[in-house]
C-alpha cells in the first residue's frame, strides 16, 4: 500500500543539533517546519506531518483566531497590558509614545513600530533580568533582543540571554515570568523538578502567566 501523502505544505531543515523529527508550526503564518536530524531519510519528514496532522491543524486553527484576534484591534496596539492607540503624523519618521497614545509614521508603520517595541523591549528586560539574577546570586554575560519564530527566550551555558522583543505584546506578568524562567537557567540548564521548584521561589503563582503565553503567544504580533 503507497504511503499516505503529506496534508501540508511544508519545509525540512536539518540540523547537526537534532536527536529526533520535531514539527514546528510558525505562530505568526502557520508555516510547517519540519526539523531532521542530518543523518535521518528524508522521507522521515513527510512520515511525522502526516502521523502529527490532527496537532498542526490544531495549531492552524490557533493561528486564524490568532489572526482574526489581530485585526480586530481596530487602531490599537497592546503594550504590557495596555492598549495603545495608534496615530499617524505627517512627516514623523520615528515612533513615540506620549500617554496611552503612539504617535506613528503615516502609511505602513510596522517597520517603525517594531523598532520602537525593540528599543522598549530592552528598556524593559534589563533591569527585570538583573534583579532576578542578583535574587538568585547569579550574573549573565550579554542581553540580546531578538525575533525568534518558536522560541520566547533562551540561556547559554556561557550565561548569554535573549528575549523576544514581542513578550511587550503581552500582559506584564508574562514578560516577568519568561525573564525569571531563563534567569532561573543560570542556576539550572534544563527543567528538571529543580528547575521547576526554583521557578517557584522566584515567581510563585509562574504557572497562571505560562499558561496565558502557551494559550495566547500566537496573538503576540503586530
Given amino acids: ?24 508550526v510558525d505562530p505568526r503564518d502557520g508555516a510547517v517546519e519540519v526539523v531532521l536530524p542530518r ?5 522521515e519528514a513527510a512520515a511525522a506531518v502526516v502521523e502529527l496532522r490532527g496537532w498542526i491543524a490544531r495549531r492552524h486553527a490557533e493561528v486564524a483566531v490568532a489572526r482574526a484576534r489581530v485585526a480586530s484591534r481596530d487602531g490599537t496596539v497592546p503594550f504590557l497590558g495596555v492598549d495603545l492607540l495608534l496615530r499617524a503624523e505627517p512627516g514623523r519618521t520615528r515612533v513615540h509614545r506620549r500617554g496611552d497614545v503612539l504617535l506613528v509614521p503615516e502609511g505602513d ?4 513600530i517594531e523598532r520602537w517595541y525593540r528599543r522598549q523591549a530592552r528598556a524593559e ?9 542578583a535574587a538568585l546570586g547569579k550574573s549573565y ?10 522560541r520566547w527566550g533562551s ?13 511587550l505584546l ?27 521548584g526554583l521557578m517557584d521561589q522566584l ?6 502567566p505560562r499558561r496565558w503565553l502557551r494559550d495566547h503567544g500566537a496573538t503576540l504580533v503586530l
Avoid at 528586560?125 to 539574577?133: E, T, V, W, Y
Avoid at 554575560?141 to 518558536?150: G, M
Avoid at 531563563?182 to 539550572?188: D, F, K, Y
Avoid at 515567581?203 to 497562571?208: C, I, Q
Fill in 203 to 208: 515567581m510563585p503563582g509562574y504557572e497562571r
Fill in 155 to 167: 540561556c547559554s551555558s556561557a550565561g548569554a540571554m535573549s528575549f523576544n522583543w514581542r513578550l
Fill in 125 to 133: 528586560i534589563a533591569p527585570r533580568l538583573d534583579a532576578a539574577a
Fill in 1 to 24: 500500500m503507497p504511503e499516505a501523502a503529506p496534508p501540508f505544505q511544508y519545509t525540512v531543515r536539518r540540523s547537526d543539533r537534532a536527536r529526533r523529527v520535531r514539527v514546528r
Fill in 141 to 150: 554575560t550579554k542581553l540580546t533582543i531578538r525575533d525568534q519564530r518558536t
Fill in 109 to 112: 508603520a510596522r517597520p517603525a
Fill in 170 to 196: 503581552a500582559p506584564d506578568a508574562v514578560l516577568e515570568y519568561v525573564v525569571r524562567h531563563e534567569a532561573c537557567h543560570l542556576a539550572v540548564m534544563d527543567h528538571s523538578p529543580r528547575f521547576w
Fill in 39 to 43: 543523518r535521518a531519510a528524508a522521507r
